[in-house]
């Protein structure tokens, strides 16, 4: 997958959700891609490089490492 | 069906919950008050003779043929213009009103041409049955008077002729264009009968005017003065029938008209719910696309691109298909294949390839055109309402007070519900109008908009937010419908937010470029004007914010208390004909039918029991992560149905890198699209005219759609599919698209309830359809939302990345013309091409003067993704900085020079904002004559000496 496109789209969820609150955000976010991202694009965002994902983005993807 | 033209009752139906008997010809009839005696009367049964009434004008009372006597009353009055009254004697036939008749009727016969017999509206005329029912036998005058006869035909509309030698001045026709479709094109000149009809101008033709070939005219006129040309080509009709338009979500329904195998005309059908009656240019006229010389009727496969097509057999066809598919899952997994759903394709046909995809292929990578027009709507009011669904039926509008209307031009992309709207404007309701671009409704006749804002597009959230912002903060929000409707806490978040001063209007005019008074005054004029109703299109989702906008329109809603009842509502005007219905099929990536997650372990197990196999319980990939996936290695075959996507996608080179990429593209269609350009299979499809089924109109009405013809190709579309279902070992054996329903219906809650037999008995239904709503529901949350409470959703504005700059300094965006559809497969097969031929760029004067511009050069257009050139029409219906273009031909390739950037929730690509720079150029860029050269390559068919278009 294209790591750069999945990264951007992380960021730009994170982004529309941040008015929620950092984290009502991330658990927003966190639901977000487990229901609309194919499993691969997830794993591929897991093993990108994580710098370039904003915070509440980076919190998000925490999270869903968490609950598998 | 026999042929029987349809009903005509003289004068509209009266809703009056007052009833009145009267005495008709000595038999009593209660009717609702204020209907005409004519109406009354044929209601009964019986028919007064009539020439200027039809049940789709206002009474006019000018040919004096409907006279009756009233007992107690003086003269004989028109029946048309005489309401009925309580106790009323009315006879219809006596001596004297024979006499009377026979009078008038002997004038309009002396100035008409007596050529019935050779006349294409021979058997099919009123003035003919009108003479024979009043008993004219001959005409005293000579037919030397004051006539039309020397007047010459005027042909220039391609699908009807106009022929004033025929012409008994009755109007009908200037009313139609007035009252039903709301152009007012048409003109009646001098008096009685030296009167004549002209369209435009003096020196104009109908081609010329301002008509949009409609047919309200047409279909109005009582004789052959305008008639379709296919009428006189073919000859009178034999039988018809009732079947759905295949072109926009309005979903009109049509009499498909027939004599033999061959289709006549296509006349819209008065008792249907969703147009009443009336039609555009495209449903009514353009279907010839359905015999044009391009359409493929053999399938065709070929080993790689490069190759030119070989036609084969059905069965090697499918067999190679199946083959390859099974190859490519057991190499690479079953999350390598996946397919797309076509909105134009029936909602059977839709549910088929979606259970092809996830119980067959194994994947759960469908998608569907959705993706790239309304999935912010299902995304935004699911979350707000609970349902993926606009929430009002069509008639509604005509309760409307405020009509707010955003990112939607629907007398060019719906013309039969913008005619509606525009009556209901007429009669006096508000209009406010948000859209970077000044549409027709803005100001056209007899129609202004209250309020024009014209905002910067991508702007849209910003514009909703101030808009909330002045509700709450000026104190005009619903509290008691809030309280009671949604939830209180999430309103006073939501409410605090938007009442922050940064979201005030006039802290946002530097970004929206609207003047903050006049956002001020749209604002209460919405919340304070009655009804509220709010429409909105693609210019609402196709942005990267477009869920976000979806969600702050149903803010408003929620906030003003305008939801659930006549009159209000949040409605998306829904692109193709079955975009509603694909979506409720389960094409989403993430959904079954009915919008429930693949994740919920009840509803999967539902469909695992029923289909015997077991699902994969995670989301697929959407039609970009498909052409990502694609480049990757990880997804490798597609099978798409009635769908282009290769036009219709944003970052055209993005989208041939994806296909080109696969190992197997299988498009099925009716033409070799661009699409077909990168495929290895080819499986031809068939028409709405050679299929049965059932579309899904944008007020959630689904309809039947009926095979009028046996398909060219040999199979109707779902039956290519499970054809392809069973090469690959499936075992499906659906005999009717009838039993594909009583599947859907049997799966999905909100389809409980409906069937074939159903659809038939009620003529349509508004889904859901189920035990607490039997006969469906035209308006929805009535009682409550259907998530409960209603949900505030804060919509911060994000703005897009794409920005513009000194390289790109203006902002490109796109749309529609009432005569092209879409991507133009079938209108550019048609003689709709006559009004717009190319796609051409509009430049506001300044800009155009600052680069030396004028109307008619080719310009160069290009953005960070591409660069295409089309010709400029400088016009201030855009605003200085922006620019428009439509994408209904290929050789434009606008979406060469779209992006990648997408709405953040659902992926729906930003074709309304594109930085771009726009510079003279002499012709063609080299992409497009490298793309003209290589779909030319790619249309070579082995044995046939030229390509299809
Ligand atoms: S076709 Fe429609 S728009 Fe044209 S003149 Fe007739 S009614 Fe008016
Ligand atoms: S063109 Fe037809 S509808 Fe119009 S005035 Fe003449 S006869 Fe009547
Ligand atoms: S294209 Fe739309 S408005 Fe036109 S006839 Fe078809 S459904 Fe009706
Ligand atoms: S039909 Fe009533 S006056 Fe013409």
Known sequence: MNVDTLVMMANQIARNLAARGEEVAVAAVAEHIRDFWDPRMIKALHEAARDSLEPIARAALTRLGDSG | MGYEPQADFGTPEVLSEITVTLTIDGRPISVPAGTSVMRAAAESGGSIPKLCASDNLAAFGSCRLCLVEVDG???????????????????????????????????????????????????????????????????????????????????????????PSKCIACSRCVRACDEVQGTLALTMDGRGFASTISAGQSADNFL??????????????????????????????????????????????????????????????????????????????????????????????????????????????????????????AQHGA?????????????????????????????????????????????????????????????????????????????????????????????????????????????????????HLPLQPGTNVAVLTAMAHVIVTEKLADEAFIRERCDWDEYQDWAAFVADERHSPEALEAVTRVPAADLRAAARLYATGGNGAIYYGLGVTEHSQGSSTVMAIANLAMATGNIGRRGVGVNPLRGQNNVQGACDM???????????????????????????????????????????AAVDGSFRALYVQGEDILQSDPNTHHVAAGLKAMDLVIVHDLFLNETANYAHVFLPGSTFLEKDGTFTNAERRIQLVRKVMEPANGMSDWQVTQALANAMGLGWSYSHPREIMDEVARLTPSFAGVSFARLEEAGSLQWPVNAAHPDGSPIMHEDGFVRGKGHFVVTDYIPTDERTGPRYPLLLTTGRILSQYNVGA??????????????VLEIHPTDAENRGLNTGDWVRLASRTGETTLRALVTDRVAPGVVYTTFHHPSTQANVVTTDYSDWATNCPEYKVTAVQVAPSNGPSDWQRDYDAQARQSRRIAGHAEAAE
Not at chain 2, 298 to 314: A, G, K, L, T, Y
Not at chain 2, 367 to 384: E, I, M
Not at chain 2, 613 to 626: Q, S, T, W, Y
């Open chain 2, 208 to 329: 010329s005017s301002e008509c949009v070939s409609c047919g309200a005219c047409v279909q109005a006129c009582p004789t052959a003065t305008l008639q379709e040309k296919a009428v006189k080509e073919i000859g009178k009709p034999e039988r018809a029938v009732i079947t759905t338009c295949a072109y926009c979500g309005v979903g009109c329904t049509f009499r498909a008209e027939m004599r033999g195998e061959q289709l006549v005309r296509m006349v819209p059908w008065k008792d249907g719910k969703a147009n009443r009656g009336h039609s555009c240019v495209k449903g009514r006229f353009a279907w010839g696309y359905a015999h044009h010389k391009d359409r493929i009727t053999s399938p065709m496969i070929r080993e790689s691109i490069d190759q030119p097509w070989r036609e084969v057999s059905w069965d090697e066809a499918l067999s190679h298909t199946a083959t390859r598919l099974n190859a490519i899952k």
């Open chain 2, 335 to 451: 999350r390598a294949l996946g397919g797309i759903t076509s909105s134009r394709c029936t909602n059977e046909e839709t549910f088929l390839v979606q259970k092809l995809v996830r119980a067959g292929f194994g994947s759960n990578n469908v998608d569907t055109c959705a993706r790239v027009c309304h999935s912010p709507t299902g995304y935004g009011l699911k979350q707000t309402f609970g349902t993926s669904a606009g929430t009002q039926d069509f008639d509604s509008v005509m309760d409307a007070d405020v009509i707010l209307l955003i990112g939607a031009n629907p007398t060019d992309a719906h013309p039969v519900f913008a005619s509606r709207m525009k009556r209901r404007l007429r009669q006096g309701a508000k209009l406010i109008v948000i859209d970077p671009r000044r549409i027709d409704l803005v100001r056209s006749p007899h129609v202004e908009a209250a309020h």
């Open chain 2, 73 to 163: 009353m003086r003269g004989t009055p028109a029946s048309c213009t005489t309401p009925v009254a309580e106790g009323m004697v009315v006879h219809t036939q006596t001596p004297r009103l024979q006499r009377l008749r026979k009078g008038v009727m002997e004038l309009y016969i002396s100035d008409h041409p007596l050529d019935c017999l050779t006349c294409s509206a021979n058997n099919d005329c009123e003035l003919q049955d009108t003479a024979a029912q009043v008993g004219l036998r001959d005409v005293r005058y000579g037919y030397e008077g004051a006539s039309h006869l020397g007047l010459g035909v005027d042909s220039s509309n391609p699908y009807f002729d106009f022929d």
């Open chain 2, 586 to 628: 389960g094409s989403f990536p993430h959904e079954l039918s009915g919008y429930r997650h693949i994740s919920d372990g009840a509803t999967r197990a539902l469909f695992e029991a029923d289909w015997g196999v077991a699902l994969d319980p995670d989301p697929g990939l959407r039609i970009p992560n498909m052409l990502d």
């Open chain 2, 826 to 839: 079938q209108t550019r097969r048609t003689e709709n091409s006559i009004w717009h031929d190319e796609d």
